[in-house]
Each structure stands twice: as C-alpha cells, then as structure tokens.
C-alpha cells in the first residue's frame, strides 16, 4: 500500500526567498508522484508529476521537484516566492497500476510581503 | 472546454434524506474517482472506477455508493446522509491510469453539509 507524508503542515516564507515544501512517500511498486496546488476556495491544480522518466521535474510557474528513490522524497522547491503561490499544497502518490491515488495531508504555504 | 463538471456545488440536508451528487467529464477519460476533504487529512479516495461498469472502492466507501453506467458520468449517492459526511467532495478524472496519462482533473468541488 502507498502512503505519503508531509512533513510540514505549514511554512511561511517572505516574498522573493526560495521555496521547500517537504514530501517523502511510501510504495510497494514503482510510483508515479505529483503535486497538486489548491488555492483558497478553488479546486485543485497539477503543479507536476513524476512517471519514471527524468528525476528532476519542471512544472508551471517556476516549481520543480527531484524524485529521489533512496530517500523516497519527492520535495518541492521554488527558487522565489510569489505572493500568488499562497495556497495549499498536496503530494499525491499512485501505484504501477495508478488506480489509487493517495494524498498527503496538505501544506499550507504563506507568503509574507 | 475540456473540464470535469459537478452539481450541485453547494448543498445543505438533513440525516438520512437520500441525496446524489453529479459528476461529469467531456474528456473520454477511462478513469473516474471521488474523494472527500477534510481539514488536516487532505484529501481521501472514496471510490474510483477504471471503465463503464467497473467500481471499486477506495479508502473510505462507507455511506457511499456510486454507478458507471455511462463513460462520462460518475454519481455519488448518499443514501442516509449523517453529519460525519458533512465534507467538501472531489470528483475527477483521467484519460489512462498506469501510463504516462495518469494525472487526474478535478471538478470544481461540492460542499456538503449534513444537519
């Protein structure tokens, strides 16, 4: 069974500083990995996701994550924060055969001017 | 526009008053899924179906039934609502679970409440 956790239920950065959002999972299989971002109210946006192809994935604006195996981790980084990146984010892991979809429990990211 | 559609998006019962959530996909998406959200547990797969006529249940069915008698449509039905469904729900979709097609859309979200 795949599991995922968060290890940051909340971080707060200043506008302009770099960005790491903490996700290290748990698979049985070779997983496939994503990022989902939900901003207040709104529903849920894929930011990224890993499928076994490059370890370093570049997803939209500016976030990228690096699958490491030996460490499952699979954290989320942006070089410069923006105000408009206020919101929660989730790391979602799958299985080989993706029928599930198992979500960490979120981490709320605030932007301080 | 290609996009996952839910309804209602607000709704407001009363315990044991049988309900059905809608959800729809004009994507031609083989995968469906519905999930509920809770404060400080993310989100969590309620049950999902990989085709036309084939469910399966995810984390947390109970109190839930749903059907896939059509490709793009995918109900949720509560039967006897309680307030521990009272939750924001989440239906999406994707084009081919287990490929490089995996990721799924989400519908804009309904909200629940149980009284």
């Known amino acids: 069974a795949q599991s995922v956790t968060q290890l940051d239920s909340h971080v707060s950065v200043s506008e302009g500083t770099p960005v790491l959002l903490r996700c290290n999972y748990s698979s049985s299989y070779s997983p496939s990995l994503f990022w989902y971002v939900q901003h207040p109210n709104k529903g849920l946006q894929l930011l990224l996701k890993?499928?076994?192809?490059?370890?370093l994935v570049k997803g939209i604006n500016g976030f990228e994550a690096e699958f490491k195996k030996s460490e499952t981790s699979f954290h989320l980084t942006k070089p410069s924060a923006h105000m408009s990146d206020a919101a929660e984010y989730f790391c979602?892991?799958?299985?080989?055969?993706?029928?599930?979809?198992?979500f960490g429990p979120g981490t709320r990211l605030s932007v301080l001017p | 526009e290609a996009q996952v559609t839910q309804n209602p998006r607000y709704l407001i019962t009363v315990t044991g008053k049988k309900l059905t959530v809608t959800c729809s996909q004009n994507m031609n998406h083989e995968y469906m899924s519905w999930y509920r959200q809770d404060p400080g547990l993310g989100l969590r797969q309620i049950y999902y179906s990989m085709n036309v006529e084939v469910t399966d249940k995810g984390d947390v069915p109970e109190g839930y039934k749903v059907s896939r008698k059509e490709k793009r449509n995918f109900p949720l039905i509560l039967e006897s609502p309680s307030p521990n469904q009272t939750s924001l729900y989440f239906c999406?979709?994707?084009?081919?679970?287990?490929?490089?097609?995996?990721?799924?859309?989400f519908g804009p979200g309904t909200r629940l409440t149980v009284l």
């Open positions: 979602v892991v799958t299985g080989s055969y993706g029928q599930n979809f198992v």
């Open positions: 999406a979709s994707s084009f081919s679970p287990g490929t490089a097609y995996n990721e799924q859309f």
């Open positions: 890993y499928t076994s192809a490059a370890t």
